[in-house]
């Protein structure tokens, strides 16, 4: 598995940001993917998953801002970050969630290197 982040940047406040995820080394189309962030001090957390274009889900703090998307044929994920805030301020991981027994298990074992987005004016 290889997961390959990009995108990231520096952007001010109220500006916007499109993070892709080149996956690689499984089968994506029928794979849940995520996205975390990590701000310093601060622990890793679950910024978006997708499962189809249909089932999808955000945390509170992004919803309405931030839209999880991917592309099968291009094997790749996206996250498009809208009304950026200071707060948004981090590390950006893409992940690959586990499948065990028939569950999904978040976050999975497979990570990208990361690709920092730093929102401030």
């Known amino acids: 598995v290889r997961l390959v982040e990009s995108g990231g940047g520096l952007v001010q406040p109220g500006g916007s940001l499109r993070l892709s995820c080149a996956a690689s080394g499984f089968t994506f189309s029928s794979a849940a993917m995520a996205w975390y962030r990590q701000a310093p001090g601060n622990q890793r957390e679950l910024v978006a998953y997708?499962?189809?274009?249909?089932?999808?889900k955000y945390t509170d703090s992004v919803r309405g801002r931030f839209t999880i998307s991917r592309d099968n044929a291009k094997s790749t994920v996206y996250l498009q970050m809208n009304s950026l805030k200071t707060e948004d301020t981090a590390i950006y991981y893409c992940?690959?969630?586990?499948?065990?027994?028939?569950?999904?298990?978040?976050?999975?074992?497979?990570w990208g290197q990361g690709t920092q987005v730093t929102v401030s004016s």
């Open positions: 992940n690959k969630p586990s499948v065990r027994q028939g569950t999904y298990h978040f976050p999975g074992d497979d």
């Open positions: 997708i499962f189809t274009p249909e089932i999808k």
